[in-house]
């Protein structure tokens, strides 16, 4: 029931019919309400600057449109980088320290997925979660870290940062903001980009899969996908039509008597996840777990210099 729920809110925020479109409607006052304290906060919001190269990977709509894949793809370019993130649904509060160049120092309750995540992709890193990013910031400069990427930062508008925002190929059919619909500004907010980058325009996801490291051609008919991440049915388009989804609500810490439910229900199915479920799944010592491995391709025509001109107008 709980999945069930979970998927109509997706659809209600994307793809909504005519009953949920009803709805969107008659939300349009909390809507505009929200809408009026975004204004004030960013009107209100003076810059800080840090006198450190500040990179934010954002987005406007509700959950995933590849921020983490992004983050790898460009921190790994780079020495004594720290990527600084909140931490979504981690079992801790306050400032953590995930990893301190590269040497990972907490568990994914701690740290949370996606940290995790990029603790284990950024093997000469530093990770740091916290709600509070100006915290945050001034810790990786204690540390020595010469350039930071904030993920999901583009709402701090008090920190004075290089602001990449991320569109999905396809754009919500719903066009309103929270509460009504699923972006969190509206879209001219993409006009305070310094650099947009677009889902299949100027930028592509490849995806490869393994097992046990190793990399492999032909899935298993008897699969089964397993995932806690935002739009899970955005998957389906990269693995075979017979496959059978369970799926959790984003940043879902998995519990043993879940995965043991889902063993019983379907014991003869091989299973597959995605590099952020995977760091949750591996306590569980499962069998024949694959893994999708998604890459982010850019354009050879996208000006990603842009980046590294901003980043050398700082001394570092």
Not at 120 to 126: F, G, K, P, R, V
Not at 276 to 290: Q, R
Request: charged share 25%.
């Amino acid at each position: 029931m709980k999945q069930k729920c979970f998927l109509w809110l997706e659809d209600y925020l994307f793809i909504p019919n005519t009953f949920q479109k009803i709805i969107s409607f008659l939300l349009l006052p909390f809507t505009a309400l929200y809408l009026f304290i975004i204004l004030i906060k960013r009107l209100s919001s003076k810059e800080i600057d840090y006198h450190i190269p500040i990179i934010s990977i954002g987005n406007i709509i509700i959950g995933g449109s590849g921020k983490t894949p992004l983050v790898i793809h460009l921190a790994k370019n780079f020495k004594n980088v720290c990527v600084i993130l909140r931490g979504y649904k981690r079992r801790s509060k306050g400032l953590v320290l995930i990893s301190n160049k590269g040497k990972i120092l907490q568990h994914v309750q701690v740290a949370g997925d996606e940290a995790l995540l990029l603790a284990s992709a950024l093997n000469s890193a530093t990770i740091i979660v916290s709600e509070n990013r100006h915290e945050a910031i001034k810790k990786a400069k204690e540390l020595g870290c010469k350039i930071i990427f904030l993920d999901d930062g583009f709402s701090q508008y008090n920190i004075k940062k290089f602001n990449i925002l991320l569109r999905p190929n396809d754009e919500p059919q719903n066009i309103f903001c929270l509460p009504s619909g699923g972006y969190r500004e509206p879209k001219m907010a993409y006009s305070f980009a310094d650099l947009q980058l677009q889902e299949g325009k100027d930028f592509k996801r490849v995806v490869s899969y393994s097992l046990n490291g190793k990399n492999i051609d032909i899935l298993p008919k008897k699969l089964l996908l397993i995932t806690a991440i935002s739009k899970p049915k955005r998957l389906l388009s990269f693995l075979p039509k017979s496959i059978i989804m369970q799926s959790f609500e984003d940043h879902h810490i998995f519990t043993k008597e879940e995965i043991n439910k889902i063993k019983d229900k379907y014991p003869n199915y091989s299973m597959i996840t995605t590099s952020k479920d995977i760091v949750k799944l591996k306590e569980f010592a499962l069998n024949d777990l694959y893994l999708m491995n998604l890459e982010l391709v850019i354009n050879s025509d996208v000006n990603i210099k842009l980046i590294d001109e901003y980043i050398n107008k700082y001394k570092i």
